[in-house]
C-alpha cells in the first residue's frame, strides 16, 4: 500500500492531485478545512481508501497532535512508500505591510511556513524506523524568489519554505535512512487563488493587471498539468534532495 498525506486537497491543485492518486492501491489522506464530498465519492467508486480530516492549518499548535492521530490509525508494516505534499497555501494579505492587520500576518505564516515546517517535523519523527520510501514534496512559489508589491508576506513565506527545504535535504542526506525532500514552484495556475489576484486593487498590487491578463491571454497552467509534475516527483528516482525546482523546468 502506497498512503499519501494531501494539504489543502479540497480545491486547487491539492483536490487535482488527489484525484490522480486515487487508485485501489493507494491510501489517501486528505486535510484541509472541509471535506469535498465529490472527491469521496470518487476514490470510493474506484475503490480506493480515503481518509479526510478538516483541519484549520493556521491552528498550528494542534497540528503535532493531528498528525499523531494520522500515524496511529496507519500500520505501517503494510505500507511500501509514503508521502507528504504540503500544498495547502494562502496568499492573502494581498496589500502594503503597513495595510496589514497583525492576524492576517500571523495567520499568512502560520499556513504558509509553519504549519509546513510542523507537518515534515512531525511526518520524519513517526517514520524514523520505517524503512520504505518517504517523500515531502512543499509547493512552493516563484514569489519566493522576488519580490513582488503587496506580497510581502506571501514572498517571505515561500521562500522561507525553499530555504527550509534545503536544510531538511541536507540533515537527511547524512541518514542512510533517508527522507526525500523538494520544494516545487508550480508556476500560474488557474486556480481560485488567481481570482483572488484579479480582484486586488491597483494600489494594494501594482501588477494586477498582468495577471488580468494571464488569464485573458490563456496563460494560467491547468491544475491537473502541474499535478502530473508532482505525481512524477512522488516516484522519479533522479530526486533532486533538498532541491528547489520549476515546473516548466521539468520535462
Given at each position: ?16 492531485i ?45 497540528i ?30 494581498i ?110 498590487f ?6 488580468i ?36 523546468d521539468?520535462?
Amino acid at each position: 500500500m502506497n498512503v499519501f498525506i494531501v494539504t489543502g486537497a479540497s480545491r486547487g491543485l491539492g483536490n487535482a492531485i488527489a484525484r490522480k492518486l486515487v487508485d485501489k492501491k493507494n491510501y489517501l489522506l486528505c486535510i484541509s478545512r472541509k471535506t469535498d464530498e465529490s472527491l469521496v465519492k470518487y476514490a470510493s467508486e474506484r475503490q480506493c481508501k480515503l481518509s479526510f480530516y478538516e483541519y484549520d492549518l493556521s491552528n498550528v499548535s494542534e497540528i503535532e497532535k493531528l498528525m499523531d492521530t494520522i500515524f496511529d490509525k496507519l500500520n505501517l508494516k503494510e505500507v511500501e512508500s509514503i508521502s507528504l505534499i504540503n500544498n495547502a497555501g494562502t496568499l492573502s494579505p494581498i496589500k502594503p505591510i503597513e495595510k496589514c492587520k497583525d492576524t492576517e500576518i500571523i495567520g499568512n505564516i502560520h499556513v504558509n511556513l509553519i504549519a509546513p515546517i510542523v507537518l515534515t517535523s512531525s511526518f520524519i519523527r513517526n517514520l524514523n524506523s520505517f524503512k520504505g520510501d518517504k517523500r515531502v514534496i512543499n509547493i512552493s512559489s516563484g514569489a519566493g524568489k522576488k519580490p513582488l508589491y503587496g506580497w510581502s508576506n506571501y514572498c517571505a513565506s515561500k521562500a522561507g519554505l525553499d530555504l527550509f527545504t534545503q536544510c531538511v535535504g541536507l540533515e537527511q542526506n547524512t541518514y542512510s535512512n533517508t527522507v526525500k525532500i523538494v520544494s516545487l514552484a508550480p508556476g500560474i495556475m488557474d486556480t481560485k487563488m488567481q481570482e483572488e489576484i484579479r480582484k486586488t486593487e491597483k494600489e494594494d498590487f501594482q501588477q494586477v493587471e498582468k495577471f488580468i491578463d494571464y488569464k485573458k491571454n490563456g496563460n494560467l497552467l491547468p491544475t491537473d498539468y502541474v499535478a502530473e509534475k508532482v505525481i512524477k516527483l512522488l516516484s522519479d528516482k533522479e530526486f533532486i534532495q533538498g532541491g528547489v525546482i520549476d515546473v516548466r523546468d521539468m520535462e
